[in-house]
């Protein structure tokens, strides 16, 4: 197989984090993650709590648009910029998986990416939230995924002509109710019919 750079983009509680990773280990390459906080902080002398922080709250008001239009990048804006150099960087390297993060808008252009989508019905994702995550969902498990994937569609709106979560924006979407493991196969079976074609 040659070059292949997989994106995993996903809805909150869906596995997406858990189907990327056994992706890499059946196709025997790098997985980044949370790593690329690390990596971004290391790179630009930042601390890691700020690069999450950035991720986080994405502010995507006109008038905050308007302002950086005139004005020099804020630290923010640094800090973003700088994990989206990290990516592609670390995809120009070789094969790998990088959930999240906006990636496959950020590696659009690159004939060897491979983007995914993974959602699943909302009871299924309410369960692997609290029982696998084993977050705190409150008194209403529905809001608290709504406000999570609203946070995710804001920041890739952001850097996108699509909408996040768009059909047209990936190569596959999948619905993980199937399991971590049939999912990830599910990836490897496209990855490699597509490197056949």
């Known amino acids: 197989m040659g070059r292949i750079v997989i994106t995993v983009a996903r809805q909150h509680g869906s596995g997406g984090r858990l189907i990327g990773k056994r992706l890499a280990e059946l196709l025997n390459i790098p997985y980044y993650d949370k790593e690329l906080i690390f990596f971004t902080a290391k790179k630009t002398g930042f601390a890691e709590d700020f690069v ?10 006109l008038l905050y648009s308007l302002y950086n239009a005139t004005n020099t990048q804020s630290v923010y804006d640094q800090a973003q910029t700088a994990q989206f150099n990290v990516i592609r960087e670390l995809a120009a390297k070789g094969s790998c998986v990088i959930v999240g993060r906006a990636a496959d808008c950020i590696l659009r252009e690159d004939p060897d990416c491979v983007r995914v989508f993974i959602h699943a019905p909302l009871e299924e994702r309410i369960r692997r939230a609290t029982e696998e995550y084993k ?12 406000k999570k994937d609203k946070a995710r569609a804001t920041f890739y709106n ?12 990936y190569h596959l979407t999948l619905d993980s109710s199937i399991g971590i493991e049939k999912s990830a196969e599910v990836i490897k079976a496209y990855v490699e019919a597509r490197e056949g074609k």
């Open 52 to 61: 999450k922080e950035v991720e986080e709250k994405q502010n995507v008001s």
């Open 158 to 169: 952001v850097y996108s002509t699509y909408n996040w979560g768009d059909t047209r924006n």
């Open 135 to 146: 977050e705190d969902m409150g008194g209403n498990a529905e809001k608290t995924l709504q």
